[in-house]
């Protein structure tokens, strides 16, 4: 039996939460590229989350993620991502936002060069958190760097709490089955605004990074029975393992709100082909979905997440995957800060200047 939006709601209602973003966030429709594409395209903009201008898809998940933090009495909150990790500098400032102190651990996927430190790095300098830089050792995945800092982590809150300290661990990307219940909430909260145009979702496109996410929009999609296609657009490279582990959270998060539905790997959709080179290497393609966005609508994404998925929007778009006048909405995970990172992560944006002497 599917669930009813209110009986979702009812029973995200009862978890911990702490309010810490500006909720509903806007949904617009672009006109241009609507025209442009022949569909119906709007766009649901979690990067207007808020707290400061860098908001983004985190802090929907931090709400869950610090209400439970809270309701077990954390001093110390740590967490994990790379160098210019969005959740990081997102998870800062919710700490600081509740008085908590954050720790957190950053794998070196970009170097870090003194005196040059830049984006969210420089807003976790400017937040006041400890950072650990985890370097790379010659020969080692990211993935055994992660593992490292994990490691790391872990001794230093167990010295901590062998102190008294009581201390709370997110993990990268906050996507768990706490956190990402926040995004079955943003699910619920974009289908009525859509309702409320008189529209349902054919189509709906995000980036993917750790599923938490996917799994929380596949977790309320799959209680209410929609036909939406959800498309996560990965931002990595990831083996087939990777519908497994998307699945699971949709049903932690599902188990979480007592509801028996359960989302299948068949269920979960992931486009691979928009992540190449690699994460946080740009990419041509994604450097054009970027411009194009900026030159046609004045909205930026960025070159780590939101320009590789929407390059996925407009290529289905352009191809026909996406049949004329379809509706499509695109979530718009944030991560704007990424444009002011390494040139390394930022990409070629090189465009005529006219110098006048
Ligand atoms: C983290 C992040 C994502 C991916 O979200 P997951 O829940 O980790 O899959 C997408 N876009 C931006 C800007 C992000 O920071």
Not at 1 to 29: D, N, Q, W
Not at 255 to 270: H, M, P, Y
Not at 321 to 331: D, E, H, N
Request: net charge negative.
């Amino acid at each position: 039996m599917s669930e009813s939006v209110e009986s979702i709601r009812a029973k995200i209602a009862e978890l911990p939460h702490c309010p810490l973003g500006f909720y509903p966030t806007p949904l617009e429709r672009l006109n241009h590229l609507s025209e442009e594409l022949g569909i119906e395209l709007y766009m649901k903009r979690e990067d207007f989350s808020g707290r400061s201008l860098f908001g983004g898809n985190k802090i929907r998940k931090l709400e869950y993620l610090m209400g439970d933090a809270m309701a077990q009495g954390a001093e110390y909150v740590f967490t994990f991502g790379a160098t210019q990790s969005n959740h990081a500098m997102e998870t800062v400032t919710a700490c600081r936002q509740l008085g908590l102190k954050p720790v957190i651990y950053l794998t070196e996927v970009v170097p870090v060069i003194e005196g040059e430190i830049r984006a969210n790095l420089l807003l976790d300098q400017i937040l006041g958190a400890e950072i650990h830089i985890v370097k790379m050792h010659p020969g080692e995945t990211e993935d055994d760097a992660d593992l490292r800092g994990i490691e790391m982590a872990r001794a230093q809150m167990a010295s901590l709490e062998a102190a008294g300290h009581k201390c709370y661990e997110i993990p990268a990307g906050g996507a768990n089955a706490i956190g990402s219940v926040g995004f079955a909430d943003s699910y619920l909260e974009l289908r009525d605004q859509m309702a409320a145009l008189g529209l349902t979702m054919d189509y709906l496109f995000h980036a993917t990074g750790t599923a938490g996410t996917m799994a929380g929009l596949n977790a309320a999609k799959k209680a209410l029975g929609d036909s939406t296609k959800i498309i996560s657009v990965n931002v990595s490279e990831k083996t087939d393992a990777y519908l497994d582990l998307a699945a699971g959270l949709a049903n932690g998060v599902l188990e979480r709100l007592g509801i028996e539905e359960k989302v299948l790997r068949e269920d979960v959709c992931r486009e691979g082909n928009f992540y190449q080179p690699g994460y946080e290497i740009p990419s041509d393609v994604a450097t054009q979905a970027i411009r194009h966005l900026a030159q046609t609508e004045g909205i930026l994404a960025d070159p780590v997440y939101s320009g590789k998925a929407f390059a996925a929007v407009l290529a289905y778009a352009v191809d026909g995957r996406i049949p004329k006048g379809s509706t499509v909405v695109f979530l718009h995970t944030g991560g704007a800060t990424a444009l002011f990172a390494e040139n390394e992560m930022v990409g070629d944006f090189s465009h005529p200047l006219i110098v006048e002497e």
